[in-house]
């Protein structure tokens, strides 16, 4: 078809393609000697003209400017050769096809190189695999959180916010200050002074809990700073040693602090100024060290204004104040503690149920009034009152009762659904949504250099998302 052109317009279009704006082209001899060379060649490789003209691919490469000849395999395999290629001037990519052109007696006349460049690809690529890196070193770092909390695995998210809730207290459980952990009731605060301790320079020491809410006023007082015998009518005839004395060199976490009454607010201001204390009927001063740890669903600061809590006490406890999110917060975190819960019920009774698809959407999608508490309490209820292997959409709207779904869109997808009932290992999840990625920013970006600035700046919302496959493979 070409040959039936006319002669001016073949000229044209010959000079317009041998000037291909997007395509470097080179030229040789059969020997290797380069006859011919456009100038998007010397765009792609940084390297002008006269370094290549009347030389040979051999040369070239033996000086290093190159990292392989395309041509020289083509003119020892007399067969078209497709390799990638780098270039000595600023490592620049590029892949590189090399077509053999044959006389009549089947030798090698010429080789044509055919380059692109692939510079901005090959960034992208890395771009991903450091993302991939990137959040596989959060992975690790969770999964450590989780271990040093306990063996149980009773630190279960994967939502933002119950990470920075985490990573805080991992950090500040390395210094020696009183902590105040505020948040709704049943939202795992708890589970929060637990990373506290067992992060501080304190953890191979006791770490003793109370609940100010749970013992009645006139005894809390003697579980706090123990007595002297005789100290009251029916106390122990030996004494005994308060709480705050057996957390000594360790920590004490008071919860409800705002349970506290005034009278023993002030002596524990007192403790906490002197590191000292008497037991009831005592007159001695007994040195103690611990490190202060209160939780509260009350607002304190309200509490001031009522002259029910002592402010100079408020600001002894809130030193750093960690704010626990409710379960409304962390919705995402929902179907890892369904989960998580269904694992450890299944084994404490003896059974080996799994939730309906239905079913796991369904307590997905309500709200608990009674956060986390409220949540376990409802899958331990599935898991014994279900009569089936299958705890049905049925067993789960009776155990969850008077609860509601919220209108938020559900977490779960059922095409992630779907994926995990197709067999889908991890690797091929989180390879499928990297590809899923790749495929997004290639639509929406022409140029490569922007794709991979785009997927630099959202390197870390890819890291959770991706966090997210990971955690629902456990």
Do not use: W
Not at 272 to 280: D, G, M, P, T
Not at 293 to 299: Q, R
Request: aromatic share 6%; net charge neutral.
């Amino acid at each position: 078809m070409f040959e039936k052109l006319p002669e001016d317009l073949r000229s044209i279009l010959l000079k317009e393609l041998l000037q291909n704006p997007f395509m470097g082209i080179n030229i040789t001899d059969g020997n290797g000697k380069v006859l011919f060379l456009n100038k998007t060649h010397y765009k792609i490789t940084g390297h002008p003209p006269e370094l290549y003209i009347g030389r040979t691919m051999e040369q070239i490469t033996d000086e290093g400017l190159i990292s392989e000849s395309a041509t020289l395999i083509t003119l020892k395999t007399k067969k078209t050769t497709y390799i990638s290629q780098i270039s000595s001037h600023k490592n620049r990519f590029f892949q590189v096809t090399a077509i053999p052109v044959m006389d009549d007696r089947g030798e090698i006349k010429y080789v044509i190189n055919y380059l692109i460049e692939v510079s901005d690809l090959v960034e992208l690529r890395n771009q991903l695999h450091d993302a991939h890196i990137h959040n596989q070193q959060l992975i690790n770092n969770n999964e450590l959180l989780r271990k040093k909390l306990n063996h149980s695995g009773e630190l279960v998210y994967q939502s933002t916010v119950m990470q920075n809730v985490v990573e805080a207290a991992a950090k500040v459980a390395e210094h020696d200050v009183s902590v105040l952990i505020t948040g709704p009731s049943g939202a795992g605060k708890e589970v929060i002074a637990n990373l506290l301790h067992v992060y501080s320079n304190r953890c191979k020491a006791p770490f003793i809990k109370i609940n100010c809410a749970a013992i009645p006023e006139q005894l809390l007082e003697s579980e706090l700073f123990g007595y002297e015998p005789g100290a009251f009518t029916g106390s122990n005839t030996k004494g005994k040693k308060g709480l705050m004395e057996s957390a000594d060199k360790g920590t004490l976490l008071l919860d409800e602090i705002g349970e506290l009454p005034l009278s023993l607010q002030s002596k524990l201001l007192r403790v906490l100024q002197n590191h000292k204390l008497r037991h009831i009927g005592g007159n001695k001063d007994i040195d103690v060290d611990f490190r202060l740890i209160t939780s509260t669903n009350a607002d304190l600061e309200a509490m001031i204004q009522q002259k029910t809590f002592r402010e100079d006490l408020y600001y002894r406890l809130n030193v750093i104040e960690l704010k626990m999110p409710g379960l409304e917060e962390r919705r995402e975190d929902i179907v890892l503690l369904i989960n998580h819960f269904l694992n450890s019920y299944n084994a404490k009774h003896n059974t080996n149920k799994t939730y309906q698809k239905e079913a796991l959407l369904y307590l997905t999608s309500c709200n608990y009034p009674g956060n986390v508490r409220e949540l376990q309490n409802i899958v331990e209820r599935t898991v014994v009152m279900s009569t089936g292997v299958i705890i049905t959409l049925a067993d789960a709207q009776l155990a969850a009762g008077h609860l509601k779904p919220a209108s938020q869109e559900n977490i779960l997808s059922d095409t992630l659904f779907v994926d995990i009932e197709n067999g889908k290992c991890l690797k091929e999840l989180v390879a499928d949504y990297e590809k899923g990625i790749l495929a997004q920013y290639q639509k929406k970006y022409r140029s490569g250099a922007k794709m991979a600035e785009a997927l630099q700046t959202d390197q870390s919302t890819i890291s959770r998302k991706l966090s997210r496959y990971n955690i629902l493979s456990e």
